[in-house]
């Protein structure tokens, strides 16, 4: 017997489902994955039997844990040993973001349910559309900067455009959030019980007209109360603190707190990799104010960079494989990553630049 694939596609009345179907791998993303969805988002795009997408994950306990990291460790562990072929881990990354962008500019109504672990390329195949769905299972993170990475996959466009400075906040902690954050952050519009997605999906299939007003409409009547989370109470905080014009006064501003509160994140932060840490910042400020497509290419030139450096192998290491929990960070102080070392990250790839845009077919 054949096994499914990675990604399955059904047609239900006027919806294209789409079910991310790694479930022992918490639905984590490959290339393959990625490549699927975004050619499958070109054909429902032109199909005028289509009125808007769903997305979901197989399995109990994930939407999406984000990209498969630990084959990119490989991958990229393996070019810079020599072998020029393996260059994978840029093939990835190259077909996530022109993907995610699909999802930006897909110009039907794009419905995510976020029932589960969502981190990662999970939050990028997701934020940018439509319509998102919190459940009681939802938790989701960008913990990049402990892995030696920065929170990519338009992480650069969507979390500084979040109230306040919550987007500065949860980019460079990592906190993991759930439902009730989520909606009050906007990162999801709706709060639906587990138990009632499938009649919500079904009541989506089974409707005549699927425009923004009516899936609005409908979600509506599925959804219920998340109460109240953790970010709400400690906006003011957050605020205070996280909108520092640098990294080192954010820093300073936490130390300066006292507050155990504050002491934790400084205890916390101090566990990240320094270079991330620094890029994170930058690429946050940056995104601010940069369109969708050119915070896109920032963050290829980024990533690009820390996949040919040292922190995004020690930290998967560490981490993920080994989890020792104590990676050798390079430069180990924040004070030791100069400006220069930045800036270098987010310099022009020359021919290897991408571009981004709407209705950009898979290449």
């Known amino acids: 017997m054949a096994e499914e694939p990675d990604i399955l596609f059904e047609v239900r009345g006027r919806i294209g489902l789409a079910t991310l179907n790694r479930p022992k791998a918490l639905n984590a993303l490959t290339q393959t994955m990625c490549l699927a969805h975004h050619r499958q988002l070109d054909a429902w795009r032109q199909d005028p039997g289509i009125d808007a997408v769903i997305v979901q994950g197989a399995g109990e306990k994930a939407f999406c844990a984000g990209g498969d990291v630990v084959a990119l460790y490989k991958s990229g562990q393996a070019f810079k040993g020599g072998d020029p072929k393996a260059l994978d881990w840029r093939h990835f990354f190259h077909d996530e973001y022109r993907m995610n962008s699909a999802i930006h500019h897909f110009p039907k109504p794009y419905i995510s349910i976020l029932d589960g672990i969502t981190m990662g390329g999970g939050v990028g195949i997701s934020?940018?559309?439509?319509?998102?769905?919190?459940?009681?299972?939802?938790?989701?993170?960008?913990?990049?900067?402990?892995?030696?990475?920065?929170?990519?996959?338009?992480?650069?466009?969507?979390?500084?455009?979040?109230?306040?400075?919550?987007?500065?906040?949860?980019?460079?902690?990592?906190?993991?959030?759930?439902?009730?954050?989520?909606?009050?952050?906007?990162?999801t519009q709706a709060y639906v019980s587990g138990?009632?997605?499938?009649?919500?999906?079904?009541?989506?299939?089974?409707?005549?007209?699927?425009?923004?007003?009516r899936i609005t409409e409908?979600?509506?009547?599925?959804?219920?109360?998340?109460?109240?989370?953790?970010?709400?109470?400690?906006?003011?905080e957050i605020d205070r603190l996280f909108a520092a014009d640098t990294l080192d006064q954010l820093f300073e501003g936490l130390v300066a707190d006292g507050s155990e509160w504050a002491q934790g994140l400084v205890a916390s932060l101090s566990t990240?990799?320094?270079?991330?840490?620094?890029?994170?910042?930058?690429?946050?400020?940056?995104?601010?104010?940069?369109?969708?497509?050119?915070?896109?290419?920032?963050?290829?030139?980024?990533?690009?960079?820390?996949?040919e450096g040292h922190d995004f192998y020690e930290g998967v290491r560490a981490i993920l494989l080994d989890k020792d929990n104590a990676p050798d960070w390079q430069p180990h102080r924040l004070k030791d990553v100069s400006d220069e070392m930045v800036a270098a990250h987010f310099a022009s790839l020359a021919e290897n630049e991408l571009t981004f845009g709407p209705a950009l077919e898979v290449s």
């Open 218 to 236: 409908i979600v509506g009547q599925h959804s219920g109360d998340p109460g109240v989370g953790k970010i709400e109470p400690l906006r003011a």
């Open 127 to 187: 934020v940018h559309g439509s319509h998102r769905i919190a459940t009681e299972a939802t938790m989701m993170a960008m913990p990049e900067t402990g892995l030696g990475l920065i929170p990519e996959v338009g992480g650069g466009h969507f979390m500084p455009r979040l109230p306040g400075a919550a987007g500065m906040f949860l980019a460079l902690t990592g906190q993991r959030i759930r439902a009730a954050d989520c909606c009050y952050l906007g990162i």
């Open 272 to 307: 990240k990799s320094p270079l991330s840490m620094r890029l994170t910042f930058r690429q946050m400020k940056e995104g601010a104010g940069l369109a969708f497509d050119d915070n896109m290419a920032m963050e290829f030139r980024i990533v690009n960079r820390i996949l």
């Open 195 to 213: 138990e009632r997605t499938d009649d919500l999906v079904d009541q989506l299939v089974n409707s005549p007209r699927l425009d923004h007003q």
